[in-house]
């Protein structure tokens, strides 16, 4: 049996269902709202600083030296605010404006902080579904009553949820670019953007910092949300395959990466957290130079680390799915 | 009458299935052949799901062989389901997609299904006006016939179909059985499961007897029914005369609890002064006249097959009633 109009159905019924449209039409609502916040910030530092965005610059590295010194600050925020400091002394060198408005400042911004919680949260609300709502409806009787060996149709729901999953990033670019260019204009493809800092506990390494082009950048950034979706999508497939109900397996994935954005922020004395998925999930963070919220996560460590948990859940996924009898 | 020679299309050989503790199923052994419609009767909770899922591959036996045409349905589902059409329980659809695409849906998970076979389907269960509606929009019937194409697609030899009128109106029941008898004399072996003896009694040319997972008995059921106890509704007045007479008769025992003897449905019909007794047939005229010559007006006699419970109490002796009860 070819698995091509296995994944045919999927995909129809991924449609039908209108989760995707869902999704799209979150998007279109949200995406204004930002880049309305967006504006009036910029607009707001315009009239501070008259449109010099080097004041701009300068007065947020005077604002964070000078908390250096203050005791109350924590040893730990201080790390994150002295390689915040070099950063941005590094643009001012080499005259560079990190925030310069525009829509792919604005697509590139947007990226990274959708990383954790917004864009695992679209995933979640396809793949949680995909299996557990043919259990809900019934219809996983009809699905597994046909001459067809169940892997394959696992496989082709694994692969309908991926296509899917990608589309969904791609759709978040296109609708950010689209929307925040009509305020910011489209312009700034060619803006540099710098990457490749590494990270040493309190000090950031130059040597290997380069600039790119910011499309250059959001292609990066696509592809480790892209990947950051995969793993997350791969996860509530599993959460899919063992809870009968979609609503009981929505809430199950939607606590587990609540739960990481929450641990982000306080796990640095706990060291052993940094092994669970949902504390690795702020992969852009690698690209900008953002310190790593636990000591020893760098951008190999969280890839393997993501990579063994969708490769848990897909050994589980498809064990269960292929052994287990469907009784109800 | 279904002739012996012809080939046998399913063959269940000592399955079992224990869940937890329990034996759900134990030691199931019957053969259906090629053109015959067979009964699976037994009371909610004997076993009969668990059974035909088994039969289609949702469930794994824990021992015991099921084949299909020669192919065992678990151990090889791509090659036996190939020839098998079932409903398991309800007939639960793709909601949100129209009946055609649900058929299309399923006529992608089997080669060689063309679009002129979906529409020659269609037209056997007459759903050619409705068939690009919503199945939301249809009514139980229409869904049980949409089930019954789904099931036809693959062009199968063994239709299995579990509890076919529960839910359906009288003038549908009829129409239902008229179709499975219709399918039948083309060729194919039908499986029909039901709690109700005289839907078994109407359909069926063959039955197995099942309760608390084991089967009681097998064969044609117009000779399991005519083994059991026969009871005969009397209608006569004056009354108490009447009775008197009957109850004199070392032939006659007289039925106290007529509400756990016979069908809801004969007791709706049954005039409220009628005398129920338990007799062999051959004494009826005798008992007539006798009660004509004393002065007693006979209004009616009326012979009315038992309950399914009734059969139970005299295949097992009145021991494995209560367990079949219980198991539910």
Known sequence: MNLIPLIKNETIKIIKKKRFYVILLILLVLVPIFTYAQMRQAQNNRQKFEGDWRLELQQAITDNQNSLGSDRVPEEWKKYRRIYIEQMQYYLEHDINPNEPNGVTFTRQFLDNSISLFIPLLVTAVASDIVSGERTSGTIKMLLTRPVRRWKILLSKLIALVMFISLIIVSTVIICYLISGAFFGYGGFNVPVFTGFLLFDSDVDMSTVHAVTSWQYILMQCGLTWFVGVVVGVLAFMVSVLVRSTAASIVTMMAALIAGSILTNMAASWKSAKYLFMVNLQLTNYLSGTPAPIEGMNLPFSLVVLSLWALAALIISFLVFTKQDILN | ?328
């Not at chain 2, 389901?81 to 998970?109: C, D, Q, W």
């Not at chain 2, 679009?115 to 409705?130: F, P, W, Y």
């Not at chain 2, 109106?169 to 072996?189: T, V």
């Open chain 2, 1 to 328: 009458m279904i002739s012996t020679n012809e080939e046998i299309v399913l063959s269940v050989e000592h399955i079992k299935k224990k869940i937890g503790k329990r034996w759900i199923i134990d030691d199931v052994t019957f053969d259906i052949r090629a053109g015959e419609i067979f009964g699976f009767l037994g009371p909610n909770g004997a076993g009969k799901t668990t059974t035909i899922r088994m039969l289609v591959d949702l469930i794994k036996p824990t021992d015991g062989v099921i084949k299909v045409c020669g192919y065992d349905v678990n151990r090889d589902p791509e090659r036996g389901l190939k020839y098998v059409g079932s409903i398991v329980e309800n007939p639960e659809m793709y909601t949100y997609l129209t009946g055609f695409e649900n058929l299309e849906h399923f006529a992608r998970m089997q080669p060689g299904i063309t679009k002129a076979r979906i529409e020659e389907v269609v037209e056997t269960v007459r759903l050619t006006e409705r068939i690009h509606d919503k199945v939301s929009t249809y009514s139980l019937g229409m869904r049980q016939r949409l089930g019954i194409a789904q099931a036809l697609l693959g062009r199968p030899k063994l239709l299995i179909l579990d509890e076919p009128t529960n839910g359906l109106d009288p003038k549908g029941i009829k129409e239902m059985r008229a179709f499975i008898k219709q399918l039948a004399s083309s060729g194919m072996a039908v499986f029909v499961s039901s709690h109700l003896l005289s839907e078994i009694q109407l359909l069926c040319d063959r039955v197995a007897i099942i309760s608390g997972g084991k089967v009681l008995a097998v064969g044609n059921v117009n000779d399991l029914i005519a083994e059991s106890s026969n009871y005969i509704i009397w209608d006569f007045t004056p009354r108490q005369l009447g009775l008197q007479i009957l109850a004199s008769n070392t032939e006659v025992m007289i039925v106290r609890n007529v509400e756990s003897v016979l069908d809801d449905s004969v007791i709706a019909n049954m005039n409220k002064d009628a005398v129920v007794v338990q007799m062999p047939e051959t004494a009826v005229p005798a008992a007539v006249a006798e009660l004509t010559s004393a002065g007693v007006s006979v209004k009616s006699v009326q012979k009315v097959t038992p309950t399914l419970e009734q059969l139970f109490l005299r295949m097992t002796e009145g021991e494995a009633i209560d367990e079949s009860h219980s198991a539910y």
